[in-house]
């Protein structure tokens, strides 16, 4: 599965993808706000996909590919592991279809997503915190069950998934000449990308990284993947590495990524918090912390920024 | 100020009100959780006034009080005293116009509350926080400036203002059976009392009050105003008695007033918070708190609940 990428998602398989999936996602509202323009000096638009189901962007994925699945295959049921979001996406939409799912989460997961996970009725295993012990531990339940690997970001139906919140967004505002989402593993930035670029060749493309997790900065200056070594960072989302076709599709379609401070992550949580009243996860605020760290960048520009979720735990928060 | 009106709002003084105010509102969307229905047993839609401008619908209210000013009489300003929403939405609206704000404030008012205040270029005045400072210190503003005193919610105008979330609230959704917001001095309850009567005449209205300050519960009883002495509640925006105008519309109009507990109000804060993933402010959850004591009153229902305000200190979340 870490080969090179024969095949790489286009416009029109997110369009088809769009096409299976629009029944079961939500469309998500896209918020301003002058207060927080003001703030940036730019014009932002934030696409919320913390109002997705299961609370982020990642159940758009995680539906497509478990809607893609043949009859037989699906029966077995869908595996995965994943710090969160991907997990809880992958277990709602195996539930919605009706096929068992099996998730393997790291045992120092946000208390909000174990619960998530477990209230989809999806079968839980709890591993260390490392992506050996995930990856071996997923070999036992794929081993035992029989299940159909998907991979949180890695996978040409996820992306595919994934980028149907741009078609949205570009639908909503037509205008955007710049579309910025985190970037964790690349699944988000991808499908983005692909997107993006397909509907609208001009438009500048980053993706927003913690400056304390920038493997994705490092590896598209190295031109090949460096893997992510002990991030640190607050947003809990986008500790993973890129993956060969993530890699591929991100060196090819995106401009450029750009990095942020913790203080300005936090800071931009607290913005979009208070001035939009709206929950979002340290990772979703990835996005405004860069606009902040960059406003040269930025200045006067219609940016798009995707809210990626909205999954935090109310007890444990940075403010 | 305190007598017996002679004149109460009907349903055209409302659309009226909406005419005047709606190129400056914003038409708030109604946002619904099916996690939150199964908790709740009812279909529950939440009218999203955390996201009217300066985060609360109090800015429907003073917007029209302040556009209905005579010019000569704008001129000298506008001037109040309220514990926080009020003061920064009358703060909004008069710089919109154009004309001078004097904002008398407890001086326990929330931070987030005053920055908003001063924010919109305000003349704040703090007092002690009682209503006898607020009103001394205000009267001495007055006469001073000449300003109009627009009362937080025992005004014509201000209650027309707030009916105009109903007008909107059954054009979303024209098959609510109930309509229940929060009640503190009661300007909310008597414009969606006025508003939601008019338009369908069969509807319940109900007004949602912490049992910590159930002076409008009692007021209702007795027939009479008893007014709010050492109220205790975490929502800070209904610690206010009853007026003269409000009590007169709610007497007749509203069906009953409904209780709930401090830790209803939390747990409903949280679920709104965790499961809608938007800011709601302690007052504005207190609908939902009254639907978590009271199941059997709402059961299989469709009942409209209105978000009243998203403005709360980060720093201090009762969780």
Redesign the interface.
């Known amino acids: 599965m870490e080969q090179v990428p024969e095949n790489v998602p286009a416009l029109e398989d997110i369009r088809a993808a769009y096409l299976r999936i629009r029944n079961y996602v939500h469309r998500t509202?896209v918020f301003t706000s002058k207060a927080i323009n003001q703030i940036a000096g730019a014009d932002l638009f934030f696409k919320c996909e913390?109002?997705q189901k299961v609370?982020a962007f990642k159940f758009r994925g995680a539906t497509h590919a478990v809607m893609r699945l043949r009859e037989e295959e699906a029966a077995r049921g869908v595996a995965t592991h994943s710090s969160g979001n991907h997990a809880a996406a992958l277990a709602l939409a195996a539930s919605l279809r009706g096929i068992p799912a099996y998730i393997v989460m790291p045992e120092n997961s946000p208390v909000?997503k174990k619960k998530a996970v477990a209230g989809y009725g999806a079968n839980i295993t709890f591993c260390e915190p490392t992506l050996q012990a995930r990856e071996s531990s997923l070999e036992e339940v794929v081993a035992e069950t029989g299940a159909r690997f998907v991979h949180p970001y890695n996978n040409f139906e996820v992306v595919c998934g994934q980028g149907t919140a741009t078609l949205e967004f570009l639908e909503q505002v037509p205008e955007l000449e710049v579309v910025m989402p985190p970037v964790g593993g690349g699944g988000l930035l991808s499908g983005t990308a692909v997107a993006a670029r397909g509907l609208k060749p001009e438009i500048i493309i980053y993706g927003a990284e913690p400056a304390g997790a920038d493997d994705a900065f490092r590896s598209l200056q190295k031109g090949e993947i460096v893997p992510s070594v002990s991030p640190r960072t607050i947003a809990d989302g986008l500790l993973t590495s890129l993956g060969p076709l993530t890699f591929a599709v991100i060196s090819k379609k995106v401009d450029d990524i750009l990095t942020c401070s913790e203080d300005s992550i936090v800071a931009a949580m607290?913005l979009i918090?208070?001035r939009?009243?709206?929950?979002?996860e340290p990772s979703a605020a990835v996005p405004l912390a860069v606009v902040l760290d960059h406003p040269e960048v930025f200045r006067n520009r219609k940016v798009g920024l995707i809210v990626s979720g909205?999954n935090v735990d109310?007890?444990r928060?940075p403010?």
């Open positions: 509202p913390n109002f609370g909000i607290r918090w208070e939009m009243k709206i929950v979002a909205g109310l007890t928060l403010f």
